[in-house]
């Protein structure tokens, strides 16, 4: 049984547009800034983690091939514009892994087999996977080669609910013995408009619900957020003094705090 010295974090909500992405992209940003390897691999067939780091789409480097046979992932690994991060690319090949996947016998395991071999290596501090916005088998193989799930939450009253699911699935992954160490490791709110009642009363309720485990840092609604992923840049280096890239600072020393990186020997 191989020993993992990287910290394999799941970046999940199966609700679209909640900030999941912009999460990954920046969180790796930040955490390079302290100096930490970061792997991104990014599993949403829309690539935008991808694009989000500054690289283009590319045919044929994605996990798919890995997952389907036919290439090595050491080889699919690509470098970033950004030290410290490297980056598993997508690609629209993804959707169609879906498939694959639900074709081989194990299929749970099979993302956490593929990553094995990189994991081992203890190259990166943290391994950050952009799961896609949706409850299929990509999503559930890549929560049982975790080892603790972070939810981007919207502030938005039906966000709720949602968050009721994925943490259903992360217990039901962990109990059923699928992934027994699985954790919930932290809620992060994003996208809040200090301007609403209802935002604030949003992060009220889910800190009464999930206590500390929601961070105590809030992702603001922020034009630079915004903006950054057009210019193939995190928010942190296209905007490094403003409220988004200082929250998303924030958010990466408390999730540092929370999640120390193994200690490489």
Do not use: W
């Not at 930040?30 to 045919?59: C, F, H, M, W, Y």
């Not at 975790?146 to 992954?173: F, H, K, R, W």
């Amino acid at each position: 049984m191989s020993t993992r010295s990287s910290r394999v974090i799941a970046i999940a909500n199966q609700k679209g547009g909640v900030g999941k992405t912009t999460t990954v992209v920046n969180l790796a940003a930040a955490l390079s800034e302290q100096k930490k390897t970061v792997l991104v691999i990014d599993l949403d067939p829309q690539a935008n983690a991808t694009s989000g780091l500054g690289l283009p789409r590319q045919q044929g480097a994605s996990l798919y091939q890995v997952l389907t046979g036919t290439a090595d992932v050491a080889d699919i690994i690509q470098g970033t514009p950004y030290d410290g991060i490297n980056i598993i690319p997508a690609e629209l090949d993804l959707a169609g892994a879906e498939i694959e996947i639900a074709r081989q016998e194990n299929h749970l395991a099979v993302v956490r087999n593929v990553l094995d071999r990189v994991l081992t290596a203890g190259v990166f501090d943290y391994v950050l996977m952009d799961c896609p916005p949706s409850l299929g088998i990509l999503m559930t193989s890549s929560l049982a080669a975790a080892d603790a799930v972070v939810v981007p939450m919207q502030c938005e009253y039906y966000a709720m609910e949602g968050l009721s699911v994925i943490t259903s699935l992360i217990n039901q992954l962990r109990d059923n013995g699928v992934n027994p160490g699985l954790q919930l490791e932290g809620i992060l709110m994003t996208m809040f408009d200090g301007r609403t009642r209802l935002a604030a009363d949003v992060v009220k309720e889910v800190r009464s619900h999930f206590g500390e485990t929601v961070y105590e840092t809030v992702i603001p609604r922020n034009v630079r957020i915004s903006e950054a992923p057009s210019f193939g840049q995190p928010v942190i280096f296209y905007d490094p003094s403003s409220k988004g890239a200082e929250a998303y600072r924030s958010f990466a020393a408390e999730f540092a705090r929370r999640t120390p990186a193994a200690i490489h020997v």
